[in-house]
């Protein structure tokens, strides 16, 4: 798929299927439906190859339900962090759920820069809310276009700025024992010199 057809990721979980097919539903016509990405969460593999495909969507909307906080393992924690990046590209649609916190205590998410949209609110909102994120990656992504061939002093530049990271979860209760995970925020390209 090419990153211009990459449009909207909807991730939930089944106890929200049918929330993602109206959504879906919502934005056939305005956003084309070969764009449109439904994703299962409770599908998740551990395949770097499904992490960075799912990343390269334009917005990705988030269908929070009591079910999904439920169901956040480290191996669905991970995969938030992973996918729900830029925060400024992300929707959370709080579905039976009253606040993004409980996600933000797992999941590190930059609470103020995504935004929140509720069950209550007409579809328009939703629609609206979506193809203003989907346009402004488009215009991201005609600006950043840069030549193929880059001096190799740039190349050393753009690997020195790739050090923040992010750790899963954010917070560790006091007296508690748990997994940590550390994860880049960018991608890092490693070439072997020959010679």
């Known amino acids: 798929m090419s990153h211009a057809v990459e449009q909207l990721l909807i991730i939930y979980e089944c106890e929200a299927q049918q929330w993602a097919t109206y959504l879906r539903s919502?934005?056939?016509?305005?956003?084309?439906?070969?764009?449109?990405?439904?994703?299962?969460?409770?599908?998740?593999?551990?395949?770097?190859?499904?992490?960075?495909?799912?990343?390269?969507?334009?917005?990705?909307?988030?269908?929070?339900?009591?079910?999904?906080l439920e169901g956040l393992c480290p191996k669905l924690r991970f995969f938030l962090a992973r996918v729900l990046?830029?925060?400024?590209?992300?929707?959370?649609?709080?579905?039976?759920?009253?606040?993004?916190?409980?996600?933000?205590?797992?999941?590190?998410?930059?609470?103020?820069?995504?935004?929140?949209?509720?069950?209550?609110q007409d579809a328009h909102e939703y629609l609206s809310a979506v193809t203003d994120i989907v346009?402004?990656?488009?215009?991201?992504?005609?600006?950043?276009?840069?030549?193929?061939?880059?001096?190799?002093?740039?190349?050393?530049?753009?690997?020195r700025s790739v050090r923040s990271m992010a750790v899963v979860p954010s917070r560790v209760p006091c007296g508690s024992s748990t997994e940590v995970f550390i994860f880049l925020k960018k991608r890092v390209g490693w070439q072997r010199r020959r010679g």
């Open 135 to 159: 346009k402004k990656g488009a215009l991201a992504s005609a600006a950043n276009v840069k030549p193929l061939i880059r001096g190799l002093s740039e190349r050393k530049a753009a690997a």
């Open 26 to 68: 919502v934005f056939t016509g305005s956003l084309s439906e070969a764009s449109i990405c439904s994703y299962d969460i409770a599908t998740v593999s551990s395949r770097q190859d499904d992490f960075l495909r799912l990343s390269q969507y334009s917005c990705k909307l988030l269908i929070l339900s009591k079910g999904m």
């Open 85 to 120: 990046c830029p925060a400024t590209a992300v929707v959370v649609l709080l579905c039976g759920v009253e606040s993004l916190a409980p996600l933000l205590e797992q999941v590190p998410l930059n609470g103020d820069d995504c935004l929140q949209v509720s069950s209550e």
